[in-house]
């Protein structure tokens, strides 16, 4: 699995997986129901083993594939590192260094890119156990479902 959710979140989209395709049976190798339809069996063949088709997109088992796809279509993947910067600079004083100023994203993206880095990766993935954004491929996602 390569996204990342709630639970919650995750049964939204199983649910809404179901609604976006229809019943594929193998055997008989063609679509066996509407869109939408979850029987689970094959109206030809009475198999139980059936793929979901995606029209445009394919035939695959399960509902992870076309949950990433609703995912990759359909939400708004976000700008991390200007969430990030945002974050950091309404929690933190900015730096003054003589009479210079300089805000705290910036400072810290040169002086230790690496603890910024670790640190947005933190931030994001207490925002993903929160519901607010959803992983898939290591990109963000504002979840689009209702
Ligand atoms: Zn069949």
Redesign the pocket.
């Known amino acids: 699995m390569t996204f990342c959710m709630t639970d919650e979140l995750k049964e939204k989209f199983q649910v809404l997986a179901i609604e976006r395709t229809s019943p594929f049976?193998y055997?008989?190798y063609k679509v066996?129901g509407n869109v939408g339809d979850d029987s689970g069996l094959?109206t030809?063949?009475?198999?139980d083993d059936l793929m979901r088709h995606l029209d445009g997109v394919g035939v695959e088992y399960g509902s992870e594939w076309v949950i990433e796809n609703l995912i990759d279509e359909e939400s708004e993947s976000i700008n991390q590192d200007d969430i990030y910067d945002d974050m950091l600079d309404d929690c933190y004083e900015s730096v003054k260094i003589g009479t210079l100023e300089y805000s705290v994203s910036h400072v810290l993206k040169c002086v230790d890119q690496v603890a910024y880095d670790i640190g947005k990766h933190e931030y994001f993935d207490s925002l993903v156990e929160d519901g607010v954004y959803i992983e898939l491929n290591g990109e963000y996602y504002v979840p689009d479902i209702e």
């Open positions: 049976c055997g008989c066996v094959c030809g063949c009475g198999s």
